[in-house]
């Protein structure tokens, strides 16, 4: 059903509202892609009600999903935890504010909520289906007053895992991606503010 997605994202069909977009990336490179694989390994070999006992997952969730020729509807119980070793999973139809431990220009998310606070600023991601299609759009807010970077990975329903690539997000402002296709999961890691740079537009 979905052989034509690993070709759709090779063609950078992510569309993004930002414009002036640097070539070269002033940061390291960061393996984000390696990073996901270990938490779906993880996941695999672990006890999702085991893993529940030390960290927060999600309650009565509901995931539904529109498809090409169908729709996937699941209510669970109890399922994987948003954030997880410094990675956050974000699912169809949830918004989160992300409550972040800052060093330097690095941030690392700590917890979940479900609005905003004026006195500590939180990291606004939002995932949903466009319409009544299929498409998926994101959106990333940016409390801070330096531009926000961060790595997107995607995985598809045979769980490959696909990165993506994203403009920063300038200070105090939102930025959307969108994708063709429906994503049953993001992962976002690497989360950086640059200081001095405009902006820049990579995985």
Known sequence: MFQTFRHFLSLSCVILFLVGC??????????????????????DNNALEEVCWDLVCREDFELYLKLPEDELDIELPLFWPAIHDGTVSLMPGETYYLAMEREGNFLTPISVHAD????????????RQIGDGVATMVSIQNPYEY???????????????FPI?????????????????????????????LPGVRSVCDY
Do not use: W
């Not at 640097?22 to 996941?43: I, N, Q, W």
């Not at 970077?149 to 895992?161: C, G, P, T, W």
């Not at 994203?166 to 994503?183: G, Q, R, W």
């Open 22 to 43: 640097a070539s070269t990336p002033p940061y390291e490179h960061f393996d984000g892609v390696s990073k996901v694989e270990r938490l779906l390994t993880y996941r």
């Open 116 to 127: 905003d606070d004026a006195d500590a600023p939180r990291v606004r991601l939002s995932m």
């Open 165 to 193: 690539s994203t403009c920063s997000v300038a200070p105090d402002s939102v930025t959307f991606s969108s994708l063709a296709h429906p994503i049953p999961e993001y992962f976002f890691t690497h989360f950086r503010l």
């Open 147 to 161: 531009p926000l970077k961060l790595h997107a990975h995607v995985i598809d329903f045979e769980s490959q895992i």
